[in-house]
């Protein structure tokens, strides 16, 4: 059974704050990370992927990944009140060639205080 | 760009009904996905198709099939309607090729009385 976990919140950051958003998943076999944001009502929208150890930078946003403590964080620099949505993390196992369903955490809600 | 369409936008059904949803993925993108988000849920994955075959399979009920055409386009068709499957029904597209990066479409709000 695949899981991944985020702390639902809510996160209150100050705007022009930085954002920190952690995210642990249970599947080691998993290959591809993936941040998306989603406003209420409306669909995922991707913000980051990422698929080797490291940082990844991206405008405002960093995403850093640690396969051996199955660990994905998001950073967002610089914080809007645009920012405020509910961030879900993604990931995609190793078994279905490529055509994976993702599996969600439950998600963050940020919320960017003005 | 072009993105993933999806319809109807809204569908309101009773109890024991049946709903067909449609997805039409971005262009030249030949996987496609569905996905189930309840209230207050995460999105829920329910099947994939690749060159029109069923790739992966998630909790989608036994009332519910899927396939995709030869234009690429996918349906998803639910009978048996029940209150609990009111939901934002996703789809989202992928170049199965080149990159796993899934695009969603808008969703379809099935809603049922």
């Known amino acids: 059974q695949k899981e991944v976990e985020q702390n639902s919140g809510p996160l209150s950051v100050p705007e022009g704050a930085i954002a920190s958003l952690n995210c642990t998943y249970s599947d080691r076999v998993s290959q591809s990370f993936f941040w998306y944001r989603q406003y209420s009502g409306k669909s995922p929208e991707l913000i980051m992927s990422?698929?080797?150890?490291g940082d990844k930078e991206d405008g405002r946003f960093t995403a850093q990944l640690n396969k051996a403590s199955q660990y994905v964080s998001l950073l967002i620099r610089d914080s809007q009140p645009s920012d405020s949505a509910t961030y879900l993390c993604a990931v995609r196992g190793g078994s279905g060639g490529g055509a994976d369903g993702l599996t969600f955490g439950k998600g963050t809600h940020l919320i960017i205080q003005p | 760009a072009a993105g993933v369409i999806q319809s109807p936008r809204h569908l309101i059904k009773e109890k024991r009904e049946t709903a067909t949803l449609k997805c039409y993925p971005i262009p030249r993108h030949d996987t496609v996905y569905w996905y189930q988000q309840g209230p207050g849920q995460d999105p829920q994955f329910l099947i994939s198709?690749?060159?029109?075959?069923?790739?992966d399979k998630g909790s989608i009920p036994d009332r519910f099939s899927a396939q995709q055409f030869s234009d690429y386009h996918s349906e998803l068709n639910m009978s048996s309607l029940e209150l609990g499957d009111s939901a934002l029904y996703f789809c989202?597209?992928?170049?199965?090729?080149?990159?796993?990066?899934?695009?969603f479409g808008p969703g379809t709000r099935l809603t049922v009385l």
């Open positions: 989202a597209s992928s170049a199965r090729q080149s990159t796993d990066t899934q695009y």
């Open positions: 198709f690749y060159e029109k075959m069923q790739s």
């Open positions: 990422i698929y080797s150890n």
